[in-house]
């Protein structure tokens, strides 16, 4: 039995929750976020509060409930508080700066790597080498934090490169001479 799944979902105050067509929409303000919501699963809206059922007790119908359920629940604390990852960045010369939407990184290359941000999503830049992503997409922001850190991965024997803030490094020993 689903203990996520049952738990019902409350709907907080200035947000609209809607259910046309096997799709679960969630609006506050101008910004809204969808989900699918696959056969099987139903979603039901009572008393300001969202319901997640599902019509079969089969595996494949457990597993998508609790999943749904959460899902469902990510968007509302998107639309409220929000969803936030920061990244930081270290290294000799390494540093990124922000021109409008968009960060531009120097990262020991040859040339500046630019990442423009998506709809959605804003980046804030903290002195010269700490970036903050945030959304109301919590799936998005951390699609946009990973392609920020593949630009450049930590490295095992130095530590330089992009990591997120709560991430520890363990760094390797380097060669000694025998």
Known sequence: MSRIGNMPISIPDG????????????????????????EGISVEIEDKEVL?????????????HGLI???INNMMIGLTSGFSKTLEINGVGYRVQQQG??????????????????????FEVEGQNKIVVKGADKQ?????A?????????????GKGIKYDYEILRLKEGKTGA
């Open 52 to 64: 997640v059922e599902r019509l079969d007790d089969s595996k494949h119908y457990r597993s998508l």
């Open 140 to 144: 998005l922001v951390g699609e946009i």
């Open 69 to 71: 359920r959460s899902l």
């Open 146 to 158: 990973a392609k920020i850190r593949s630009k450049r991965i930590p490295d095992a024997y130095k």
């Open 15 to 38: 947000v609209d929750v809607s259910v046309k067509d096997n799709i679960i929409n969630v609006k506050k303000g101008n910004e809204s976020l969808s989900q699918e919501i696959p």
């Open 101 to 122: 939407n968009k960060l531009v990184m120097n990262l020991g290359l040859s040339h500046p790597t630019e990442i423009e941000a998506p709809e959605g999503i804003t």
